[in-house]
């Protein structure tokens, strides 16, 4: 909340990010929100309701209920089951569009749709790769070579 805050006062930057790294992240379910498969092939989310004051009143006061359940049609289920952290964006891509005979530019259009209102309402997190995990390595620098004196070296 507090980084929103700061994004949208521009008083922090947002990280950068370009799409080599987003194909190449992690996209993670929210480990407080169960799920379940029906007969159709459709997913139901129940999320749970904050535990604040002021909920818990206004939900006595007007019968709220204490879950919220949301329904995926298939491919929402298909990309869901798929945000395990074992699969990577690229890979979720490719998927739907052999699954749903799609063209890359409409696979990847729509899964970034739903991912990005997936990850506004906390429903994923993503795990994105270090760079320098991807780096290149570098060379380790040569030992040095002893000294005029044989075994002796300079510290």
Not at 137 to 151: D, I, M, Q, V
Request: hydrophobic share 40%.
């Amino acid at each position: 909340m507090l980084n929103r805050i700061l994004y949208a006062l521009k008083l922090k930057k947002r990280p950068d990010v370009d799409r080599a790294q987003v194909m190449k992240s992690f996209p993670v379910r929210n480990q407080l929100i169960t799920w379940e498969v029906d007969d159709k092939g459709e997913a139901s989310l129940v999320i749970p309701q904050k535990d604040k004051l002021w909920l818990r009143l206004a939900g006595k006061l007007f019968m709220l209920p204490d879950k919220r359940v949301i329904v995926l049609d298939s491919i929402g289920t298909y990309v869901w089951q798929m945000c395990d952290g074992k699969h990577t964006i690229s890979q979720i891509r490719n998927g739907v569009q052999k699954q749903y005979q799609l063209t890359r530019k409409e696979a990847e259009t729509s899964l970034f749709t739903f991912m990005q209102q997936l990850g506004k309402r906390n429903f994923i997190g993503f795990a994105i790769p270090n760079r320098q995990q991807n780096a290149p390595a570098t060379p380790e620098p040569e030992p040095p070579k002893p000294g005029f004196f044989g075994s002796l070296l300079r510290r």
